[in-house]
């Protein structure tokens, strides 16, 4: 289904690299459905065991700091289950991040319709996904 690395990125309507919401992207980590438990696992790193059993690391430079906020790179420690794919999904929604599905032909996937028009410079408009099972669906028929 998914890859074996995810990328989020975030970007302001200019194009240009933004930082993601750092309060609501916690607030996932804290309170979503789909997480079991949340593992620190150094300064920016996080090991996270879904409700369904599927685990992922979330590499996050800037989430427990004050620097900079532009990315997440997740690595899925299992196969990806339905509860990994809604986390990607809160948080791409929470903190205003894009899915960068494809880096050959830099195909992007966002969660709110304004964002379409954050990435001016790609060749191809970004997808968007109103859903976590939405999200699932695209990324397989792209796989």
């Known amino acids: 289904m998914l890859r074996e690395m995810v990328i ?7 194009g240009r690299f933004a930082d993601g919401d750092r309060a609501a992207v ?18 920016d790193v996080k090991q996270v065991s879904c409700a369904d059993g599927g685990r992922l690391v979330l ?20 196969a990806w289950t339905r509860a990994m794919v809604g986390l990607v999904y809160e948080l791409m929604r929470s903190g205003g991040f894009a899915l960068v599905q494809d880096l050959v032909t830099l195909q992007f996937l966002v969660t709110q319709p304004q964002q379409i028009a954050y990435y001016p410079w790609l060749p191809e408009p970004p997808i968007l996904v109103r859903s976590a099972s939405e999200l699932a669906r695209t990324l397989e028929r792209a796989g």
Do not use: M
């Open 59 to 78: 590499r996050a430079p800037g989430l427990d700091g004050s620097r900079s906020f532009h990315r997440i790179d997740i690595f899925p420690v299992s």
């Open 26 to 43: 916690r607030q996932v980590l804290e309170t979503s459905d789909q997480v079991a438990r949340v593992l620190s696992l150094g300064s």
């Open 8 to 14: 989020l990125v975030c970007h302001a309507q200019d």
